[in-house]
């Protein structure tokens, strides 16, 4: 595949340790800037929680350079760009997307963002209620409510297990000090990872980087490792809610992000719950008619993972629902996937996973993730081949390791038989 092998990400490290990589597309029209720093909520304590997700807010109001929020959201958006922010469990990543000729802006925003970032107190206290309101949108959709709860009973009470946004009280609670703190002893070169990809080239990029990021000192990676592994005692959570739909999430504790069984477990995902060809889609909504949504998902982290399923049901269909995914996951660690649906799993994996990277900003994002988190770059061919080479054998393997010794969790948010019940459910 010439055109997929023309993709060769280049990497260097500026004098002050922060790693640059560049994915070159002369094609295109684009170039995508991303700054990855490693902390989320993973890297905070109690009292803490939320501060990573607040602070990513806090960046995009004020700079020494633009003291307003609009001075840096326009010098992105009157370039014909666009900026956003994300956090999650173990990163936090500032990213902009902008013409091409434009590409020093996009470099230039994010450093100013990150190095010279007022932290007003005034701004931090107006943008408390626009976080809280973030935490309340979460808890109003069911969906996203069941998310969140799954992962408390799938990992409970330590800080992977915890809301990323954090919780109305301790989002209330926190000071600038804790801003302050958080950036000294995180926002730092040796923590984070500066990613561009689009029609640049590598050696301007690490030009341009050194000269704007100059002001950001060294520092420590964050070791943000340690998760306890085993369910914790409450394993099953229900939300009672007087809706129409009753939303679950079952999971079990999977794998870690570079575990070598992650590619036949991206495989088992696809087989069990990815697509209407799945087995969950054909057997809960297509024969059994329980759903209207049914699939899986895969969460790794550096030490630990999940594997999830998640359905929409009536109250009526949540037991039955309930068997009939608990019965295809462990049939998954019974018997071996058939040869056709092996052939399908391999197409369908790897090639929704090429049509994900068509754009600079897909490829700069996830070869910024790759260099923060696990230190070096997988190219896309080298993936596909590895997705390609797993058998019938090592999907069926998987699926034992993580479905017949592990047991499951479960999170439920509307009208629901009682948590008894459905611990009674599980167990058998």
């Not at 058939?338 to 799993?345: F, I, M, V």
Request: with cysteine.
């Amino acid at each position: 595949m010439p055109a997929a092998d023309a993709i060769q990400p280049q990497v260097s490290t500026l004098d002050n340790g922060l790693r640059v990589v560049t994915t070159s597309i002369p094609t295109a029209q684009s170039a995508s800037t991303a700054f990855f720093v490693g902390v989320g909520s993973r890297g905070e304590d109690r009292r803490t929680n939320g501060v990573s997700h607040y602070l990513e807010h806090m960046l995009f109001k004020g700079t020494t350079r633009r003291p307003t929020a609009p001075e840096i959201s326009q010098a992105i958006e009157g370039a014909g760009g666009a900026l956003n922010a994300y956090t999650t469990r173990e990163l936090t990543c500032y990213w902009n997307n902008l013409p091409f000729e434009r590409a020093e802006t996009g470099i230039e925003v994010v450093a100013d963002m990150l190095q010279h970032s007022l932290l007003a107190a005034e701004e931090i206290d107006r943008e408390r209620t626009v976080v809280q309101q973030e935490i309340r949108r979460g808890h109003d959709t069911p969906a996203a409510r069941t998310a969140e709860l799954m992962i408390q009973a799938v990992y409970g009470d330590q800080p992977i297990g915890w809301p990323v946004t954090g919780s109305l009280e301790s989002v209330g609670a926190l000071e600038r000090d804790d801003f302050v703190t958080h950036v000294e002893q995180y926002y730092t070169a040796n923590n984070s990872v500066l990613s561009v990809a689009g029609n640049v080239e590598h050696e301007w990029v690490v030009e341009t980087a050194a000269r704007h990021f100059e002001d950001l000192r060294g520092g420590d990676p964050a070791d943000q490792s340690g998760a306890r592994h085993g369910l914790p005692e409450e394993r099953v959570i229900v939300e009672e809610r007087e809706i129409e739909q009753t939303n679950l999430a079952l999971s079990v504790q999977a794998l870690a992000r570079r575990d070598p069984e992650r590619y036949a477990l991206e495989l088992l995902h696809t087989v069990l719950g990815r697509g209407m060809s799945s087995r969950l889609f054909k057997e809960v909504r297509e024969r059994r008619g329980l759903a209207y949504s049914v699939g899986s998902r895969v969460g790794r982290h550096l030490d630990i993972g999940t594997f999830s399923v998640s359905a929409g049901v009536t109250a009526d269909h949540q037991e039955e629902a309930l068997e009939v995914i608990v019965r295809e996951l462990h049939q998954a660690a019974d018997e071996p996937v058939t040869d056709e649906e092996l052939r399908r799993a391999l197409d369908f994996t790897t090639g929704t996973f090429r049509l994900a990277l068509e754009t600079p900003m897909s490829l700069g994002q996830r070869f910024g993730e790759q260099l923060l988190q696990d230190g070096e770059l997988e190219l896309p061919t080298e993936t596909v081949a590895r997705l390609q080479a797993v058998t019938a054998g090592e999907i069926q393997a998987v699926a034992r390791r993580i479905f017949s010794e592990r047991a499951f969790a479960l999170a439920v948010v509307g009208p629901s038989a009682s948590t008894e019940r459905l611990e009674a459910l599980l167990a058998a």
